[in-house]
């Protein structure tokens, strides 16, 4: 997962006269956004239908992220390849999207394949990922001509096993970056054994080597795919073709302006929080150069993108997160209040129709920051306002933070999460409780200003 953490300092609590609200961190909104929220009744209108909180994806968004990222190979004169890391998102519309729009998608099991198959994405145009992959994945995976990202030696020989020479796996050799504590990829010895093994099967066709690293380094990426660059010009003194170079995720999405992201972090402490709850790290919320900005700097940096063109390296990239961003939100019916103090000061504890297990965050021991629109709008005075689960658990929470709602909201409200599209939503979800799982419903541009909308097909 494209998931990396920045440590920020919990400072104790202040003076009294310090507000218990925390400071606003408003996301960025798309007009299709804006355009929801402003309808008098469709968000009711689809709360009535879904009956519990749902999910609203808007693939429009997601085409024009892919645009995007074209553009920056376009600008470049690069040969550039999308994968879409289909991990960050079940929603068939995504993989619909990347199918109409020229990109492929980064699959990691025979599920996530076939999903990617059924919205056409054809077999040449899915990057197989993962450790250890299972035989039925290997298998199913050549015999579409999918690209196949090889681990380890011993998934390389089931491999070159189970492929036919009439028809060769074509492998990406995953490589262990230097002085990373990863478990995946192959470290320097284990390339030249691997390259051994493909120059003794007619069954495997070696096309390139891949990497992933944590955090968002556009330098280190830039450097890292040089190196491979290399390791592609000498795979083909022993007579590979390797003409790919995959630098993997990690491109960066920008959610709140740099002020907002700014004032929480030089300001953040334990008063703002729920029982003084405290967290170690949170993703970084303000990305300066986000998605294809960040493609572009990777490109530019010590002409990366020149020495693709002058060594015919074709560069591939896996965004998940990037390709999800501002596409779609999560809404929650607010179903319980209770007014509670901290350092005497008041604010409203409420109590939502679903579980933070629909914005994964929690999953690592985080929080999501984005503050959660009130719909509908009306006048008020500011409320801090931290937000719980409908669960017997007292750890469940959605927003520990109290946050500043523009309103003390009411029972049957509802609380909009923004753009939580990309490893939010569906990354950890669960029916406890036997509560259900959170449907997504599909946003769709129609005549006017209107939108048409169906449920998701995954």
């Not at 929690?362 to 920051?369: I, K, M, N, P, V």
């Amino acid at each position: 997962m494209d998931l990396e953490h920045a440590s920020i300092a919990m400072e104790p609590a202040a003076d009294a006269h310090d507000a218990i609200g925390a400071s606003p961190m408003p996301a960025h909104l798309d007009p299709w956004e804006r355009r929801l929220l402003a309808d008098p009744s469709l968000l009711g209108d689809l709360a009535f239908a879904m009956g519990g909180p749902f999910h609203v994806m808007y693939p429009e968004r997601v085409a024009h992220n892919i645009r995007a990222f074209h553009a920056a190979f376009t600008h470049a004169g690069v040969h550039g390849t999308i994968y879409y890391g289909k991990k960050a998102n079940k929603a068939a519309c995504v993989a619909r999207a990347c199918a109409e729009h020229g990109a492929g998608v980064d699959v990691a099991s025979v599920g996530e394949l076939t999903a990617a198959l059924a919205q056409g994405v054809r077999g040449d145009e899915l990057m197989v990922t993962g450790p250890a992959k299972a035989d039925e994945l290997l298998w199913l995976a050549a015999r579409h001509g999918a690209l196949i990202a090889v681990d380890d030696l011993g998934e390389l020989g089931r491999l070159a096993a189970l492929a036919s020479q009439g028809a060769p796996a074509r492998v990406l050799i995953r490589v262990l970056p230097a002085a990373s504590a990863s478990r995946f990829g192959m470290t320097s010895g284990e390339i030249e054994d691997a390259l051994a093994v493909c120059g003794g099967h007619d069954s495997i066709r070696l096309e390139g080597f891949s990497f992933h690293l944590s955090g968002y380094d556009a330098v280190a990426r830039a450097e890292l795919a040089g190196e491979l660059i290399a390791r592609c010009l000498h795979a083909r003194t022993l007579g590979h073709p390797a003409t790919t170079v995959s630098i993997g995720g990690g491109f960066g999405v920008d959610y709140v302006a740099a002020e907002a992201a700014m004032e929480f972090t030089e300001g953040m402490r334990r008063q703002w929080f729920h029982s003084g709850k405290s967290f170690d790290s949170y993703y970084p919320y303000h990305f300066p150069a986000p998605g294809a900005a960040m493609l572009a700097q990777i490109l530019d940096h010590d002409d990366l993108a020149g020495r693709l063109r002058d060594n015919a390296v074709r560069l591939a990239i896996e965004p998940g997160r990037a390709l999800l961003a501002h596409a779609g939100c999560t809404v929650f019916r607010v179903q319980g209040s209770k007014t509670r103090h901290a350092h005497g000061l008041p604010y409203r504890l409420l109590t939502v129709d679903g579980t933070s297990l629909s914005l994964s965050e929690q999953w690592f021991d985080s929080e999501y920051l984005p503050d959660p629109l009130l719909w509908p709008a009306r006048p008020g005075a500011v409320t801090p306002t931290s937000v719980g689960a409908a669960t017997c658990l007292d750890s469940d929470m959605l927003s520990w933070r109290r946050v500043p709602l523009p309103r003390p909201a009411e029972v049957g409200d509802l609380l909009i999460y923004p753009n939580t599209a990309g490893y939010q939503m569906d990354s950890n979800e669960s029916a406890f409780h036997d509560l259900p799982i959170p449907p997504k419903v599909v946003l769709y541009d129609a005549t006017g200003d209107r939108f048409r909308w169906t449920r998701d097909g995954s």
